[in-house]
């Protein structure tokens, strides 16, 4: 069975950085993406950007380039999401998942709730 | 604002019918394949149409999407409370060399 298993709980202060993993199972990591997405407090779901563990390409939406940057350990199937310059509105729970190219995620990790706050 | 058009909201009584559009354009839903996700409450999101119109294994034929020109539309008949939760669209958009969702549909069966 397909599993993807997320890094915990988060609080961060603004101007810091946080980095959270997500392990993947049950599939070979190298033939799918990872993308990331979010969902703050009373908003939608918005996706972050992708890494294909095969080459570490990566495709960032423009509001994050600069300010994330994804890595994979293909050697234990872990994939990383590093967000820098954290402020009050990064404040939200953040799910890696398994990307089928330009069309579906499938499943989804529990979700890392990282929260900024002074 | 979402790329990707839902309504906030919509209702409807257990066992009875509710329809959740999502319109965009020919940048995105117009040319590209669609999702639809159900986020329950206090969980991750979920997988439940793929590629316009199919299942994947485990989701109960009452869910259904289609696809004509630029809005796509899930269906769920035979309400349940369990079915209680926010639904999104989501798709590739090549104007923006981006994955996009619309802004969520919350289904309150009454």
């Known amino acids: 069975q397909v599993h993807l298993v997320q890094s915990g709980v988060e609080l961060r202060k603004p101007g810091a950085s946080v980095k959270v993993s997500c392990k993947a199972s049950?599939?070979?990591?190298?033939?799918?993406?990872i993308s990331w997405v979010r969902r703050a407090p009373g908003q939608g779901l918005e996706w972050m950007g992708w890494i294909a563990p095969y080459n570490g390409n990566t495709n960032y939406a423009q509001k994050f380039q600069g300010r994330v940057t994804m890595t994979t350990d293909t050697s234990t199937s872990t994939a990383y999401m590093d967000l820098r310059s954290l402020t009050l509105d990064d404040t939200a729970v953040y799910y890696c998942?398994?990307?089928?190219?330009?069309?579906?995620?499938?499943?989804w990790g529990q979700g890392t709730l990282v929260t900024v706050s002074s | 604002q979402s790329v990707l058009t839902q309504p906030p909201s919509v209702s409807a009584a257990p066992g009875q019918r509710v329809t959740i559009s999502c319109s965009g354009s020919?940048?995105?839903?117009?040319?590209?394949?669609v999702s639809w996700y159900q986020q329950l409450p206090g969980t991750a999101p979920k997988l439940l149409i793929y590629d316009n119109n199919k299942r994947p294994s485990g989701i109960p034929d009452r869910f259904s999407g289609s696809k004509s020109g630029t809005t796509t539309t899930l269906d769920i008949t035979g309400l349940q409370t369990g079915d209680e939760a926010d639904y999104y669209c989501g798709t590739w958009d090549y104007s923006l060399t981006a994955m996009v969702f619309g802004g969520g549909t919350k289904l309150t069966v009454l």
């Open positions: 020919t940048s995105n839903i117009g040319n590209n394949y």
């Open positions: 049950g599939y070979t990591f190298s033939n799918y993406d």
């Open positions: 998942a398994r990307h089928e190219q330009r069309r579906w995620f499938d499943p």
